[in-house]
Nanobody
Framework: QVQLVETGGGLVQAGGSLRLSCEAS????????IGWYRQTPDKKRELVAI???????FYADSAKGRFFISRDNAENTVSLQMNSLKVEDTAVYFC????????????????WGNGTLVTVSP
């Protein structure tokens, strides 16, 4: 099991910045791909940015050039620096992990955090 706890959400004006963090804990040695998704009441959950164990990144078009994902494997954390925020970035942001290693064994298991609300005002 992996527990993911997000922090850093809040209210910010358009054009501002926020930094989200997610700390992973549980019975694992290493996590594979981790990242961020977001969801609004009228939309499906959508990918924002993900980062692999080897630090390869992928961003949604809406995030490119404004959001930056990073991870600290020693601390089991992943962060999302969000700059130049827009009203349409308002959503609940969820931390996600896919795949983990225990002692010598890889499991494809997916986990989600409970989410943190980001509200961008005009």
């Amino acid at each position: 099991q992996v527990q993911l706890v997000e922090t850093g959400g809040g209210l910010v004006q358009a054009g501002g910045s926020l930094r989200l963090s997610c700390e992973a804990s549980g019975n694992f040695l290493r996590l594979n791909t981790i990242g961020w998704y977001r969801q609004t009441p009228d939309k499906k959950r959508e990918l924002v940015a993900i980062i692999s164990r080897g630090d390869s990144t992928f961003y949604a078009d809406s995030a490119k050039g404004r959001f930056f994902i990073s991870r600290d494997n020693a601390e089991n954390t992943v962060s999302l620096q969000m700059n130049s925020l827009k009203v349409e970035d308002t959503a609940v942001y969820f931390c996600n992990s896919k795949g983990l290693w225990t002692t010598g064994v890889y499991y494809y298991m997916e986990f989600w955090g409970n989410g943190t609300l980001v509200t961008v005002s005009p």
